[in-house]
């Protein structure tokens, strides 16, 4: 019975010995960035009407508020805001209609691939209407990582009034682009900033840089 008891504390000791070690391998697992992914450019042309009833956005702040989230999830692209009260550039956009042309990284599978190459023909007489070559480089595969992205309050420069503006990308663009879902937690409450929100976590997939970007680092 001793020598039961004798080993038993031994192989506790050496558990606990090793506790800290596995920790540190978890935390180091838990931390390491993903693998990378291939992935190509996909094209898209999305378009909303923007209804809000708390935040009014002028028609030029309201494109460059969108630009800036749409680049934090890995995607170029070009806003456009169409209303009859975008006459200007500074004026209030009410119910605007949202026009986005973007350019998002999708995992490069077969399906994306035959996704994207459908509309081959009409890209290359686009081309060719514009005078110009359809760069292979921009059909090239490349390496991307999926990476968390924040689009809560304090982060971005979102603040409580962008609540219904962030709400409407989660439920119009976010689904069409290649992004995943952490913490959707975001609820807007009509003519009224609510304190916290919004609080919406996501996983999207971004462009690795490139070997020369890196070193302009």
Known sequence: ?????????????A????????????RAAE??????VQAIWRYQELAFFFQTQTTFYSCSSLEAKLERILK????????????????????????PRII????????????????????????????????????????AAFPAQWKH??????????EAGDCELIDELRRKVLPKLSVRLVKDNTHCTPHQ?????????????????KPDEKDKK
Do not use: F, W
């Open 72 to 95: 934090l999830l890995g995607a170029t692209a070009q806003v456009r805001v169409r209303s009859v009260d975008c006459q200007s550039a500074g004026h209030i956009a009410r119910m």
């Open 193 to 209: 900033l609510t304190i916290g929100q919004p609080q919406l976590e996501i996983e999207a997939l971004i462009a690795m840089p």
């Open 100 to 139: 986005i042309n973007v350019h998002a990284p999708v995992e490069a599978t077969p399906e994306a691939y035959a996704e994207r190459d459908k509309n081959k023909s009409t890209r290359e007489l686009a081309a060719r209407v514009r005078g110009e070559k359809e760069d292979p480089e921009a059909l």
């Open 15 to 26: 558990l606990l010995c090793a506790l800290p070690g596995l920790l540190v391998a978890a």
């Open 31 to 36: 931390e390491a960035p993903p693998e990378p």
């Open 149 to 158: 992205v924040s689009l809560s309050r304090g982060k971005a420069n979102l």
């Open 1 to 13: 019975m001793r020598r039961e008891g004798n080993l038993l504390r031994s192989t506790l000791v």
